[in-house]
């Protein structure tokens, strides 16, 4: 079992930055950032397979970094140009699947959850 605690949120003007961060109590194989927007479905937004390959969705793409600290077990999302749809509570994400047939992406599996972190950017 993996326990994840996120920090980080808060409230931010648009075009301004944030970085969140979680901590994970042990190795991850496969890590991501979730958001869930306010009367919206969770999506995923970013992932980072223990090789540093990254994945993200296109409306983050270019704004945001997913990065990850494989010693201190610590994942960071980078916020930059946050804009108002960007409101939500965003959700730390890990497995330990192996990647030998199988993947690290935005449509991955994923066991491990934090209990979320809000970031808020008022229009």
């Known amino acids: 079992q993996v326990q994840l605690v996120e920090s980080g949120g808060g409230s931010v003007q648009s075009g301004g930055s944030l970085r969140l961060s979680c901590v994970a109590s042990g190795y991850t194989i496969c890590a991501g950032w979730f958001r869930q927007r306010p009367g919206k479905e969770r999506e995923g937004v970013a992932t980072?397979?223990?090789?540093?390959?990254?994945h993200y969705v296109d409306s983050v793409n270019g704004r945001f970094t997913i990065s990850s600290d494989n010693v201190k077990n610590t994942l960071y999302l980078q916020m930059d140009r946050l804009a108002p749809e960007d409101t939500a509570t965003y959700y730390c994400?890990?497995?330990?699947?192996?990647?030998?047939?199988?993947?690290?992406?935005?449509?991955?599996?994923?066991?491990?959850w934090g209990q979320g972190t809000q970031v808020t950017v008022p229009s």
């Open positions: 980072i397979d223990h090789y540093g390959r990254t």
């Open positions: 994400a890990a497995n330990r699947r192996s990647l030998v047939g199988g993947r690290c992406d935005l449509k991955s599996d994923f066991d491990y």
